[in-house]
């Protein structure tokens, strides 16, 4: 059975698309099988450079086909921030809790009207011979002033789906990985998978 390595190191990014990507005839692996591969810098401008950063060097490092994706919240009234910087909004160590409530700091007073905002996911499918497939996914919103859910991670407690009547959080598993950014762009990189007849996952 072929084999793709998940390039990160994210237990919940890790279990996230482990299941959305469970009809492909693959095993996975992730970077916490490979603990001699050390922080894989983001330095891109962009979604696009940084998911197609981290997986040609994972797929160089391994010699596997490596999945990587850069995704991060886009909030209108802050510009597009915090962007390619979701991860580290509030410096370093990543802390998703100090993200959470440095993006609620610099919205206080926004009214709701204007607290949109969107996911972005772009997934970028690396092959050892340099091959490769990319995809985007967004998935709308709006950022509540308090946190709600348990599920999920990074911003999802404060990503208010209106048509749900729940934050990100709240979303049974099996719901978000249909109506997710990842899951928006997963299903434009099944067709490309399958447009190009190149490999048998599907």
Known sequence: MEQIVIASKNQGKIKEFSSMLSE????FLSLLDFPEIGEIPEEGAT???????KASLVAKLTGLPALADDSGLVVDALGGRPGVYSA????????????????????KGVPAAKRTARFVAVLC?????GHRVM????????????L??????G??????????????AELPLEVKNKISHRARAL???FQKIKEAKRWNFL
């Not at 492909?24 to 095993?27: M, P, Q, R």
């Not at 979604?47 to 950063?53: I, M, P, R, V």
């Not at 996914?137 to 308090?146: M, T, V």
């Open 155 to 168: 911003y999802d407690p404060v990503f208010y789906l209106p048509e749900y009547g729940k934050t990100m």
């Open 24 to 27: 492909l005839k693959v095993s």
């Open 148 to 153: 709600r859910g348990k599920g999920g991670f």
């Open 187 to 189: 299903v434009e990189l």
């Open 88 to 107: 580290r909004y509030a410096g370093e160590p990543k802390d998703d809790f100090k993200n959470i409530q440095k993006l609620l700091q610099e919205l």
């Open 47 to 53: 979604f696009e450079e940084n998911a197609l950063q």
């Open 125 to 129: 499918l690396y092959f050892p011979d």
């Open 135 to 146: 995809a985007r996914g967004e998935c709308s919103g709006i950022i509540l002033n308090e």
